[in-house]
């Protein structure tokens, strides 16, 4: 894409350092075998890339066996973890005040994520969605994390007298799901059937309900602050290998290319420029996606044909069986049989 390489800031990852440091007293060294810069992680304002982040999740992950450090993330962010931005959060008039902030001045929480507020008649929808290529497991992490973190501050706004709002993750629910089940009020669902990302619904009423903290001076000093520090960096890694992601991520929701500038902020025009500059388009991406999908279930056996093409969204089977054959070569019943081949 031609732009440098994101970095997002280490003091919301530095728990895991020292989860670590609990479970290894030479965690130092571990970590520094990964290419993670220790001083960065213990600096409250430092930062790390992306690949430093996907190896200390992915080393904290296997060093401790847990599955559950995105929740367990979430729940140790604080509105004062923010900065500036935190105590315009603390000082607005309203949840819908403080939601308006968070979609201008998210990258400087999460700036490999974006935030989008669209208010309705009786509720808002907040979606927070990835622009940067990253791992799977990476993905769920940070769908955890972002979750459980807007639960817990929402909570810290609202007080525990409301009546709760849905969050939606687009994964399936984890092993861990009873500990969701013990944040009342809020009401999570999982479903690996929506584009990836994080959506929370929530009634107008607790948009509007007055907050007890707000001063309005705080606001306009906190804001003053935020912008200076403010910068909005288009998504890293390659546009063909984030639309990749996304799409592959999206599984059993058919993403569209108004989905994905949707989700950015950006049109449909601005992506095809991008993927222009690297001579892909969306629909060969999309095309390809598709097929290593249905490559992926043809694999597991565990559905017909005619089963796979209605899950990817084809209008019936021999315009799945055309496309797959011109993909891969073979028809969908041929490739199925030489895989079974194969394995013998």
Excluded at 196 to 204: D, E, K, S, W
Excluded at 262 to 270: M, V
Aim: net charge neutral.
């Amino acid at each position: 894409m031609g732009s440098p390489v994101h970095r997002v800031p280490s003091r919301y990852y530095a728990v895991l350092g020292e989860i670590l440091r609990a479970q290894t007293p030479d965690y130092e060294r571990l970590l520094a075998s990964f290419n993670i810069d220790i001083q960065s992680l213990q600096d409250p304002n430092g930062t790390l890339t992306i690949a430093e982040l996907e190896a200390l999740i992915d080393v904290s992950s296997r060093m401790t066996g847990r599955g559950d450090l995105g929740f367990e993330l979430g729940q140790q962010v604080r509105l004062n973890s923010h900065g500036p931005l935190g105590y315009a959060f603390l000082s607005s008039s309203s949840l819908d005040k403080a939601l308006r902030l968070c979609v201008r001045y998210f990258h400087l929480i999460a700036p490999i994520f974006r935030v989008h507020y669209e208010r309705h008649s009786q509720y808002g929808e907040i979606t927070v969605t990835p622009c940067a290529v990253m791992q799977q497991r990476t993905l769920q992490f940070f769908l955890e994390a972002h979750a459980i973190s807007f639960h817990a501050q929402a909570q810290m706004l609202l007080g525990p007298d409301n009546e709760g709002y849905d969050i939606y993750l687009s994964m399936e629910a984890p092993p861990h799901v009873q500990r969701y089940h013990s944040n009342a009020p809020a009401r999570f669902h999982f479903s690996n059937s929506q584009k990836p990302g994080v959506t929370i619904r929530i009634a107008t009423s607790l948009l509007d309900r007055p907050l007890p903290m707000a001063d309005e001076s705080v606001v306009r000093q906190a804001e003053a602050q935020c912008q200076a520090l403010s910068r909005n960096p288009p998504p890293t890694g390659g546009w063909g290998d984030f639309i990749a992601m996304m799409l592959r991520e999206s599984k059993g929701f058919q993403l569209t290319l108004e989905d994905v500038a949707r989700s950015l902020n950006i049109t449909r025009r601005t992506i095809h420029r991008y993927l222009a500059s690297e001579n892909l388009n969306f629909r060969d991406i999309s095309q390809r996606v598709r097929f290593e999908r249905a490559c992926e279930l043809l694999d597991a056996r565990e559905l017909n044909v005619s089963q796979i093409a209605l899950l990817l969204g084809f209008t019936d089977v021999a315009s799945f069986s055309r496309g797959f054959r011109r993909y891969t070569g073979v028809s969908p019943s041929d490739y199925a049989i030489r895989r079974l081949r194969t394995e013998a």
